[in-house]
């Protein structure tokens, strides 16, 4: 993918036009005249951001944090819940709200320049895309999307706006320990690489985030803040429960990802930012008690990826990448070390001349014939800053020359690696031949039929961009 580029410099007249122009024309003629607002270098010019998702788990955090740029202006708020959108309306009074995001889009497009998107997995392709068609730089949370095919669909919007800023929410890369552990591994300081390993304690039992105990609570009595059909979005209707919403939804099959989906892109992001051979897997095998079913994700479970990589970077053609919870990880010589470490949530690159393991704030050390050294005090190792993550989008949409760690270009490979072996534990022990440019389980149709897409409800599916 091109890299973002400044913005284009428009006359307020120009600009009025065009959004008029804008408003009458499909999303087809949408793509063909993409023009960003803002004026690239202008130190008068506002961020205008509308928030799709306000409070929750982690929509207070992004719209507090965006809000704290001095060059943002909060000018729309969304959220199917009355409640957190009130509170949301008191801290930024002079913000449009509304509950439906189509709404926004619909009657507010031309108040704002950029989206948040803070809600469940099961809405972020249908939101963000929504948003790049309307020619908006989006912040998206991770895992970026719920199903494989999505992921296709943000690529070819992609290519269709290449002016358009994007950023997945993985705010640990700007922990400078974490970026000094990336440089080790983008200089080769490990020799050629033998595998990859992580895995995360995420969605283990008593985590408040998940149902963990599985429980179907199906309830009538919808809460009175909330809007229930809004809230399913793309999903086919079903009953209210309580043991869904508001957090639990993540251990939910059609709504959120899994422990492995909640944490994935906050671990496996380092390794695709080091390794760009890393495109996309060609192979997926799921292991796990039994399988997934209708209703829930599985717990403990590992997934082995292999990719091809044809580079002198690795010891072979193909590498593996394991991905599991802590009950299922290597064994300590799998991984070139003495002992087992820590349960938790870690990332382990093993290479010929060591093996580092990597915290998820970016704590590492590098273990080399039994010894350990602190990834910090490797000789050569540049001091890196500690940055804003939300404000580096900002900055990048106000035209500012910054690095993202990481747009969607990026973020694609590293939500694939999350979300597929999540998706086989549908059919646990069996190895799945993945083609991405068909979408496609080659050697088994069902999983094809079942792990690749979506049937959207009428009026939730995403546009097509580009």
Known sequence: MPEHHSLFDLTMNIHSSRRQFLASSTTAILGLFAIPRLRAGSPEEKLRVLCIGVVGTIGETDRHSIASHPAVEITGLCDVDSNYLAKASAEHPKAFTCRDYREAFDKHANEFDAVVVSVPDHSHAPILLTAMAHDKHVYGQKPLVHELAELVMVERALQAKPKLVTLLGNQRMANPSRRTALEILRQNRLGKIVALHAWTSSGSPGDSYFNTEKILR????????????????????????????????????????????????????????????????????????????????????KATMLYQVNSDRFVGNTVSLCYCHPAMKPKPEEMRLAEAPEDGTVTVIVGEKGTMLVGPEGDSNIWRDGKME???????????????????????CLGKPVELLTPFSQATRITEATIIGVKATRYPGQEL??????????????ATETLVRRNYRDGFAPPRVG
């Open 218 to 301: 199906p309830n009538p009595s919808i809460p009175a803040n909330l809007d229930w059909n809004l809230w399913l979005g793309p999903c086919a209707q079903m009953p209210y429960h309580d043991a869904l919403v508001p957090v639990k939804w993540r251990s939910w099959w059609e709504f959120g990802s899994g422990g492995l989906g909640d944490w994935g892109c906050h671990l496996l992001d380092i390794l695709f930012l080091a390794y760009p051979e890393l495109k996309t897997p060609y192979s997926v095998k799921a292991e796990c008690a039994a399988p997934a079913d209708k209703n829930f994700h599985v717990s403990p479970c």
């Open 433 to 446: 031949l993945w083609d991405k440019s068909k979408l496609s389980f080659t050697n088994h149709k069902e």
């Open 374 to 396: 602190q990834a910090a005090k490797v000789e050569g190792m540049p001091k890196l800053p500690r940055f804003n993550h939300w404000h580096s989008w900002v900055d990048k």
